[in-house]
């Protein structure tokens, strides 16, 4: 017999023939020297024993190992096995300090001993049936026969949920009474939480329970129910969601998230979500996980929401919003692939649903929506010819406009560029005309742009706003080496736009300018040519008896020429002019356009271009002579400005202003590539003076330019405009690189694609904490400049983001801007705070100030079968007093 209580387990053997004693060590029972049956054999110290009876047949498939020593009683049929003892039976496994064999009655006994060192309970059976989850208990009787047993503290899991404690009697193959067992999602032998069920039924995907109640660090809480049903699956399952009350400062009492989850398939599952407010608005959600492995993986959410935030009687404000992602393994389809990022809805869906997206500060505040669908295939054409085929829907919404974009739907067909007179068995090096590459690109579109969204579904929208157009490029190239130092190259490119409709122009009245849309056919060409010249310039200056053995600044200058004809001019038959039917007072105004303005490719335009376009890029490197430990004794390279590059373009076919604005920009990283720095800006090269004008009495200014260069008079360019920017992201993995640790360990440094799958389980950042690692910082700095010459304006900011570890479960994050021109923290600022409890997550979001200013504290299970189970305080950005005025 066996008697347990939660830890404590006493242990009463049978008493068989020979007599069982304790050897001086107290740590394995053996046989004594007293007196024993003719019936009874003895084996000592015998390891993988195997003392079935081979003559009988259900015996014959009982197998029993022992590793300290066993008795055989053969008048009794009573086998004992002692030191981590083993017996199978077909699909049955059993592993106990102590197993008790009786095939008279088939009964198999199992138990644990207290090691007299430790005083602990030791050896604990753990069984196993088939493909089940095993069973660690204090004590075991199974008959073998009829599959019924008796386990006593028994302690089981199966899909993240755990059974412990109590007493645990099978009585079928597929059922099991339970007594007292605790019912958890905690771990531990002894959980931090779990519902106390005093009498149940176990199936096998579920518990029907009687009397249950909760209980807390073994303290039981004044919560029960009289019955009850708990997930037992070992497949997805069904079930019903329970809802999570609270107070909305706005919309009052609610009930939220009660719902319905569907496990469709091992590929598929369906989670159907409520919200109901005491003021009568409510919340619906869909949202539908989908994955085949190696194959492919998505997420398709559906949402709608009606709120009465205005007076009583006043219409609800009614919004949804609907949201897919679907991504492709490449290996699935080579050569073809097929990708989807939905994000639509109404304007205000996220400002009137902020409890549905878990008061998101980043989608509170966005001000857009974009989505697009792909689907793209590669192969190759005749010759070898690289082609490539694109077809997609695009969409982009301004939340603060209200307008909605739309391309329905797009193609690109491309050729990759090919040399049409090169052969591909040639055999030598190829000929200068065998150096001529062409290409093609055609690309299609129907676009619609910035349609209110009250017009979006309109017929007036579908068959009048609905622009389309198709447009041809053919690039040829030729690209030689001269002078074995320089790289000489022409470039040639056709493009021809064909369209289904164009516009007309004309005054209605003298002062009102109306434009017609006229169906039919056009077409329009145009072409431009250029040719370039570059080459590099090395420059290197060594050091003697210096850590820097040389340092190497490299030039590649490049000067082109480009031109393009004249296509503003009136013999081309799509640029025209209207004059209005001006009379007093009226002036006449003349209006030149082309049928082609506005149109989703435009056509040809501008005047004739023959430009002479001027570029320099700078690059400097350093190489470090290798430190004494150093056992390869390279030479290290490092980047000291990685570019720095200045570019302009003469226009020779201009009468004035014939130099552009001249550009400059650079990038580099410093610290070991830990800190990234780059910059740019614009330069005049023309005077510019600012003259004064009195209108109704007051002085006003304006500048005006002057064809003068500024050199001329001993000055500099002036900047017009002026960028710079620097960003880091450091953690102790960056200054003590390790090589086995796993690349995207948390959210802030997940790949796209480890992202995106994080999505599909739980799109809230906060949900993925890696207490692993102590901290994670990230600086953004940002600095611009205008000048405008009457005035100039500037921006100066740091952005500091990451997350502190205080202790092994202690973390903070922390995301904020701050105006260093303002000298004031920016209205985004947020902290939040992590605690991992084991069983059980402490989380702390807290906005200070602004808007959004609120805070929330949730206390809850780390289980997903129990969210359930979980306390929230809250004070949304409602209650606020930005939002009350």
């Given at each position: ?671 070991h590539d830990r800190v990234n720095l780059s910059f ?14 009195v209108s109704s009495g007051q002085i006003q200014h ?102 502190l570890s205080l202790t092994k479960k202690w973390k ?74």
């Amino acid at each position: 017999m066996a008697f347990a209580h939660k830890s404590r387990v006493i242990i009463k053997r049978p008493v068989v023939d020979t007599i069982i004693k304790l050897d001086s060590t107290n740590k394995y029972p053996k046989l004594s020297k007293g007196k024993k049956s003719k019936a009874t054999s003895t084996a000592k110290k015998v390891v993988g024993a195997d003392t079935t009876k081979k003559n009988q047949t259900l015996d014959s498939e009982i197998k029993e190992i022992a590793a300290d020593s066993a008795t055989n009683d053969v008048e009794t049929g009573i086998s004992q096995r002692f030191g981590k003892a083993r017996v199978t039976y077909g699909d049955f496994e059993l592993d106990a300090d102590y197993i008790r064999i009786d095939r008279k009655q088939h009964i198999i006994f199992a138990s644990g001993r207290i090691d007299p060192k430790t005083k602990r309970y030791v050896g604990r059976p753990i069984s196993k049936q088939g493909s089940d989850k095993p069973i660690t208990s204090d004590s075991l009787q199974f008959n073998y026969e009829t599959k019924k047993g008796l386990i006593h503290n028994v302690l089981t899991e199966q899909d993240g949920n755990y059974i412990s404690h109590g007493q645990a009697k099978k009585i079928s193959e597929t059922e099991v009474a339970y007594h007292n067992i605790i019912f958890s999602a905690c771990d531990k032998p002894d959980p931090d939480y779990g519902i106390v069920i005093t009498r149940g039924i176990g199936e096998k995907n579920r518990i029907i329970s009687g009397p249950a109640y909760l209980e807390i660090e073994g303290v039981p809480i004044p919560i029960g129910i009289p019955f009850g049903f708990f997930p037992k699956p070992d497949t997805r399952s069904s079930g019903l969601i329970l809802p999570t009350p609270g107070e909305d400062a706005t919309l009052g009492f609610f009930l939220r998230d009660f719902g319905y989850y569907m496990g469709l398939s091992d590929y598929a599952d369906l989670t159907n979500l409520g919200t109901y407010y005491s003021n009568g608005s409510y919340e619906v959600s869909s949202t539908l996980d989908y994955m085949s492995r190696y194959k492919y993986s998505g997420n398709l959410a559906l949402s709608y929401g009606s709120h009465n935030y205005g007076l009583a009687g006043d219409p609800p404000a009614r919004d949804f919003h609907i949201a897919w992602t679907h991504s492709q393994n490449p290996n699935a389809s080579p050569g073809s692939t097929f990708s989807a990022s939905v994000n639509a809805g109404t304007s205000s869906f996220y400002q009137n649903n902020p409890a549905s997206i878990g008061y998101n500060l980043q989608q509170l505040t966005q001000n857009a929506l974009r989505s697009s669908i792909s689907y793209s295939k590669s192969w190759t054409g005749w010759g070898g010819a690289p082609l490539n085929l694109t077809v997609g829907l695009s969409h982009s919404q301004d939340l603060t406009l209200k307008t909605v974009s739309l391309e329905l739907p797009s193609l690109n067909f491309s050729m990759g560029t090919i040399n049409p007179f090169d052969k591909r068995d040639r055999v030598g090096e190829q000929k200068w005309y065998q150096k001529i590459t062409i290409g093609y690109t055609m690309t299609a579109t129907n676009r619609v742009t910035a349609v209110p969204e009250s017009q979006l579904f309109t017929s007036e929208t579908l068959t009048k706003r609905l622009q389309n157009g198709i447009q041809h490029s053919i690039p040829l190239g030729f690209n030689l080496t001269v002078l074995k130092y320089f790289q000489f190259g022409i470039n040639v490119n056709y493009t021809e736009r064909w369209y289904l409709q164009t516009i007309r122009e004309r005054y209605a009245r003298a002062d009102s300018l109306v434009t017609d849309t006229i169906p039919g056919f056009q077409r329009a060409g145009n072409y431009s040519m250029g040719v370039s010249l570059s080459t590099k310039v090395y420059g290197t200056i060594n050091f003697k008896n210096s850590k820097i053995r040389a340092i190497r600044h490299t030039m590649t200058p490049s000067i082109g020429f480009g031109y393009s004809p004249d296509y503003s001019g009136f013999n081309h038959t799509y640029n025209r002019s209207i004059v209005s039917n001006a009379s007093i007072p009226y002036p006449v105004v003349y209006t030149n356009y082309s049928i082609f303005d506005h149109s989703v490719y435009g056509g040809p335009s501008g005047r004739r271009q023959a430009g002479i376009n001027i570029s320099l890029d700078n690059s400097l490197e350093a190489k470090v002579r290798p430190k004494s430990t150093d056992t390869s004794q390279t030479d290290r390279k490092i980047q000291l400005l990685q570019s720095l590059s200045f570019s302009t373009t003469y226009n020779i076919a201009a009468d004035s202003f014939k130099l552009s604005p001249i550009s400059f920009s650079g990038h580099t990283s410093v610290l070991h590539d830990r800190v990234n720095l780059s910059f740019g800006g614009t330069l005049n090269p023309y005077e510019t003076r600012v003259m004064d004008s009195v209108s109704s009495g007051q002085i006003q200014h304006y500048k005006r330019d002057v064809n003068r260069y500024t050199l001329q008079d001993g000055k500099l360019p002036t900047i017009l405009g002026f960028n710079f920017s620097a960003s880091a992201s450091l953690n102790p993995a960056t200054f003590h690189p390790s090589p086995t640790a796993p690349a995207g360990s948390t959210y802030q440094t997940a790949t796209p694609d480890q992202l995106q799958k994080m999505a599909l389980y739980n799109p809230d950042p906060g949900a993925y904490i890696d207490f692993n690692i102590p901290w994670n910082l990230s600086l953004n700095y940002s600095f611009s400049y205008s000048n405008a010459y009457i005035s100039t304006s500037n921006t100066n900011t740091l952005m500091i983001s990451g997350d502190l570890s205080l202790t092994k479960k202690w973390k903070i994050q922390y995301n904020t801007n701050y105006d260093l021109k303002a000298l004031k923290l920016s209205s985004a600022t947020s902290f939040a705070i992590y605690r991992d409890l084991h069983c059980w997550d402490l989380s702390i979001q807290w906005l200070p100030f602004g808007y959004y200013k609120s805070y929330s504290v949730t206390l809850r299970v780390k289980s997903t079968i129990l969210q359930a189970l979980k306390l929230s305080k809250k004070s949304d950005y409602t209650s606020n007093s930005y939002f009350q005025q």
